[in-house]
């Protein structure tokens, strides 16, 4: 039985040696007599590249900017809405400045500190406490503040009205857009999350 010859490759590039060759004609390496190719090393795909960071989470009509701050646009319009309501009028002729705060248990009262002033401050801090997720029970208070006040002075201008002889409807159309706008973002201020 003939020898079967063994075959020899170089040990850098893998080529199979050529009987008589000291020398690789590929990558110019020296054979060496007990030289077999080498398992190509696995190939090990790239790192995948790094994922962005994640975006900010949204819920509804907000937007977190980290865990304490996040913008929440409906409890901000809401103490917008009631910061505003102070410079509107609330009755004929007259805003919330125009109103002592007195009216709102006392419906003859004429003079004293105005309505605008805290109506003015429950809607800046509505606005402000709705940046801050723990300061959400703050905000829904100052959102019942603005609520009450304005259920207490409709509830007194509609009582004035009907003890004067007009009726509910009277009452209630002389009535401005500043004590809607007031008794809707207090609303807002109190519900939304």
Known sequence: MAAIAEERFCGVCGKAQ???ERRCSNCDAAF???VEPEAAAPVEPPAPAPS???IP???GWSYRINDRVSIR???LLAGIAVGVSSAIDWVRGANAFDIPVRFLWDMNAQTGFRLGIPVLIVGIAVAVLSFFTAAEPLR???GLVALVIAVLFLEQFVRGIDRNGG???DGLDAVRAGAWVCL???FAGLTTR
């Open 18 to 20: 050529e009987e008589g």
């Open 32 to 34: 060496e007599d007990d």
């Open 52 to 54: 962005p960071p994640p």
């Open 57 to 59: 989470r949204s819920k």
């Open 73 to 75: 646009f409906l409890p």
């Open 140 to 142: 829904r208070i100052a």
């Open 167 to 169: 009726s509910i409807v």
């Open 184 to 186: 809707a973002g207090g």
